[in-house]
């Protein structure tokens, strides 16, 4: 008779194999004081009945669920978080290949959030968490330190001490970002960023800044427009900026989800990505690739970054100090399409804008 998977119990194996149940389960411990006969019985025994030791039983053993969690937070943007998407991807495939779990529910705002975490934590659900889009000030890292539960931050706040992180050196990437488009003849350039509660996107938006300064640009504040972190923002970002009466011809985006809103923002309205409008996004999406025309992308391969919080994650689990856990990654510039010299000036750029919009707006308003 087949048995359903799961369903041998240790008393099921001993009375297979004729032994008292300590026995198969000083065997299946791996102790030393049972006969090699009677081991290669058991263990035999163990196969053909396809016995699969308890887990909740092992774990509680070991004081360990083999789970990991991550709380998504969720609402402040009108879609899904592709980053996030590939992210988690990252995180499973590193848990898969160490027998673990991972553990993904979502928050809709900061006190959910830390109810989440508290319940989570309270029922020991999970061994430790990863947290992500940290903010400047963030209330999950102060609550989980008070909590002394483990954790993982990708990304750091404004004090990076005392946890473990694993980050990427914003404020590096997006001098290299002004300095590129002035590089290539650009010298209004526009940035589009995220709530500046959020760590990277204040850190990317200093690194304009400073990337300005070091070139002797003068700072323009018209030229800064934050939204919410997603196409949708993209697309206000870009009507915003190129309304303006004299309008960047670059524009520096904060994540590729933006910057594929600006994209469809420019092919709404006939602007040619890449010549009439310069556009660069940040994380390296696969989905960059395939636009039209192929993004320019700071790369940061979410799945790596998954990766390894995940991994790092583990080592605190293990034992390690999280103080020695902290790595700070370079962001690489992939140079597409959607980059290139102005074949304008910013004045030409509003008069030929202006006229488009006093067309009517192609059809195509999500740029596919």
Known sequence: MQRIPGSVTIDDVARHVGVAKGTVSRVLNNYTDISDATRKRILQAVKELGYQPSATARNLKRGRQDTLGIVIPVGHGSGADPFLAEFIDGIARALDEMGLDLLVTTAHSRDHMIETLHRLVARRKVDGFIITRTEVNDPRIAYLSEKKFPFVAHGRTSDPTGYAWFDIDNEAAFADGVRHLYSLGHERIGFIGGSLELNFALQRLHGYRQGLEALGVPHDPDLESLQDVSEKGGFAGAKALLSLDEPPTALLCVTDALAIGVVQFCRKYGLKVGSDVTVIGYDGLPVG????????????????????????????????????????????????????????????????????????????????
Request: proline share 8%.
């Open 289 to 368: 690739e395939y636009l039209d025309p192929p993004l320019t992308t700071f790369s940061q391969s979410a799945q790596d970054a998954g990766g390894r919080v995940a991994r790092k994650l583990i080592d605190v689990l293990d034992g390690k100090d999280p103080k020695s856990l902290q790595a700070l990654a370079k962001a690489v510039l992939i140079r597409r399409a959607s980059d290139g010299a102005p074949s304008m000036t910013p004045e030409k750029l509003s008069k030929l804008f202006r006229d488009r919009l006093n067309h009517q707006p192609h059809s195509d308003t999500k740029g596919e």
